[in-house]
């Protein structure tokens, strides 16, 4: 009997101010089905999707950010 499994290898950063070792290594073995595994070269693709994704995004939002400060800084009037 085949078993699918997926080990995670955590590396957890400790906090010197608490006094806690540099980092922590965890693993974390869990059964998984054929339908909900992706495959490295899926991953591969996905996490470069990903990048340019979060490109576009900062970018975006850079551009927004700008236009909302020449908003804010145009002189407005009031018509009364």
Known sequence: MLQEVQVLKA?????????QS???????VCHVNKDEFISSDAMSKLRQ???????YIYML???I???LNQL?????????
């Open 22 to 28: 540099q980092y922590q290594v965890m693993c974390f």
């Open 61 to 63: 939002l850079q551009l």
């Open 49 to 55: 999707v990903t990048n340019y994704l979060s490109f």
């Open 11 to 19: 590396l957890v950063l400790g906090e010197e101010e608490r006094g």
């Open 65 to 67: 950010t700008s236009l």
């Open 72 to 80: 804010v800084s145009f002189p407005t009037w009031i018509i009364v």
